[in-house]
């Protein structure tokens, strides 16, 4: 792509084809989710329909606060996915400092007022962009403080300055390759990313974070101090529990690390899927995925990333070569750390300043998609079903990202994460430019049938509207003590929403 030209979300899938496979892993949810929109609202019909008053809270925040009247709203209330610009937030608070966020949460819980945390906008049911809510826009806590082997990150931080942040001095923390999303989303809902097989989950590396309370009380949760909260915190899902401020990680080292892409021939989907069924979860220092798209035949790709040199990735890529169709191209080359986390988001050659959002004076501009998930516990017995679900098909992808490695090493009731016996996640992706209608339909179907070749198990951080039994598919085994938590820390539902964790 020349310069100039905005990198969107289905772009990012078509560089991937040209070279940077993977740019969708990670592409996740926000921090908060306030009450569904009324068309499908659940929340309690005795709410008041009386605000907060906006004039008493616009006093306390210094960030300001946007309400529907006021210029510069209608980009206030934008966030990443078009299909959501028709939503109409009661009020957008741009937050600076943690103060800021406990006003907002006082004044929403005394009025019984919906409230919404939102990082980088990406929630895939839009629960950060609800209709008649006070949205918490954190965007301006964003500051990236790495201190020797910590770091500390603001909540509002996109993921493309935090590798730049983290980059300087030398650090980094695994997480996932869209540059616009937002670290608190991320975390939240576990972090699948490209250094996930080496390093574990993004909320493996958390330390503690600053959360503000159903009762507006600022508290640090962390394995000393609040450690029920600090392990919902790990896996949980982003609008539960509390407003996440900022992050504390521990940080490794970035490592030197070499990208790989490969394309076969048409016709060999269902034998690449096979093969790579059988050869990803093999050592932790590889990280891959395979990406079906829709066509007749379908079309399959196959990239990630190995920590270490080219000499050695093509070892274990000889593995896979042993098991899969000869690829028709085959890109393997040395990379930094930065330059990796830029190769996957698309922006290879741009700037850091580049690869932001359009509206942060950047490139990457907003994409309509709609989308879910499943998770592979184990190989799919059948391949070629698998590959049929796309069969005939336009605008469609299944992008399956592996797991294993170090994340299979945390026990899944350590944190609040299930999957972590997991052998990959699947992202099923559908283009919605020429409307909603026909992804959603294309990607209930494809949901409903990869269900039935891979179980009912999904991830949050791809969190769907439509997803059946979503609380034991997000969550598995961990749902009770999650509930427990939400009865402890949100008793009164200041943070509800439709599929946010309610008490039992």
Not at 50 to 57: G, H, N, S, T, V
Not at 220 to 226: R, V, Y
Not at 253 to 264: D, H, I
Not at 332 to 343: E, F, G, N
Request: proline fraction near 7%.
């Amino acid at each position: 792509m020349p310069v100039g030209q905005q990198v969107t979300r289905r772009s990012l899938l078509r560089a991937a084809a040209a070279g940077a496979v993977g740019v969708a892993a990670g592409c996740t949810s926000e921090v908060g989710s306030p009450r569904p929109a009324p068309a499908t609202s659940t929340a309690s019909s005795s709410r008041p329909a009386e605000p907060p008053d906006w004039a008493a809270l616009r006093k306390k925040l210094r960030g300001g606060l946007v309400l529907p009247a006021d210029d510069g709203y209608a980009a206030a209330a934008q966030v990443y996915n078009p299909l959501f610009d028709g939503r109409r937030p009661a009020a957008i608070a741009r937050c600076e400092r943690p103060e800021d966020v406990q006003a907002c949460v006082e004044a929403a819980a005394a009025a019984r007022f919906p409230i919404a945390a939102r990082s980088g906008g990406h929630s895939y049911a839009g629960y950060s962009n609800q209709d008649e809510a006070l949205i918490v826009d954190l965007g301006p806590m964003s500051a990236v403080n790495p201190r020797g082997p910590r770091a500390e990150i603001g909540a509002g931080a996109r993921l493309i300055d935090v590798y730049a942040g983290l980059s300087v001095e030398g650090r980094c923390v695994p997480a996932g390759s869209c540059p616009s999303v937002g670290i608190a989303g991320l975390t939240l809902g576990g972090g699948i990313g490209v250094l996930s097989r080496k390093y574990g989950l993004t909320c493996d590396l958390l330390e503690s974070a600053q959360v503000v309370k159903a009762d507006g009380s600022l508290v640090t949760a962390s394995l000393e101090s609040e450690p029920d909260l600090f392990w919902a915190l790990r896996g949980g899902g982003g609008g539960n529990f509390g407003i996440v401020t900022s992050f504390t990680f521990n940080t490794v080292v970035a490592p030197a690390l070499t990208v790989f892409a490969l394309r076969f021939p048409a016709g060999s989907a269902a034998d690449v899927v096979e093969a790579w069924q059988n050869w990803a979860d093999g050592v932790a220092e590889m990280w891959s995925n395979c990406v079906v798209s829709a066509g007749s035949p379908p079309s399959v790709r196959v990239g990630g990333c190995f920590v270490g040199s080219p000499e050695l990735c093509r070892i274990h890529l000889n593995r896979f070569f042993a098991l899969a169709p000869a690829p028709t191209s085959e890109l393997v080359t040395a990379k930094s750390y930065l330059d990796t986390m830029r190769h996957f988001a698309g922006c290879s050659d741009r700037s850091v300043e580049q690869c932001r959002p359009a509206a942060q004076g950047g490139e990457l501009d907003r994409s309509s998609f709609v989308a879910s998930s499943r998770i592979l516990a184990k190989p799919v017995s059948d391949p070629a079903a698998l590959v049929s679900l796309l069969d005939g098909r336009s605008e469609l992808d299944l992008m399956l990202d592996s797991l294993g490695g170090e994340v299979s090493f945390t026990r899944p009731e350590q944190t609040a994460f299930p999957h972590r016996d997991a052998l990959a996640s699947v992202q099923i992706y559908a283009n919605a430019t020429a409307g909603r209608q026909s992804a959603t339909r294309q990607v209930r179907e494809v949901l409903e049938s990869l269900g039935r070749l891979a179980g009912q198990l999904g991830y949050v951080n791809y969190i769907d509207p439509n997803m059946p039994n979503w609380e034991s598919a997000y969550y598995g085994g961990n749902i009770s003590r999650l509930q427990d938590i939400a009865a402890r820390y949100d008793p009164d539902g200041v943070f509800a929403f439709a599929q946010g964790i309610k008490p039992r």
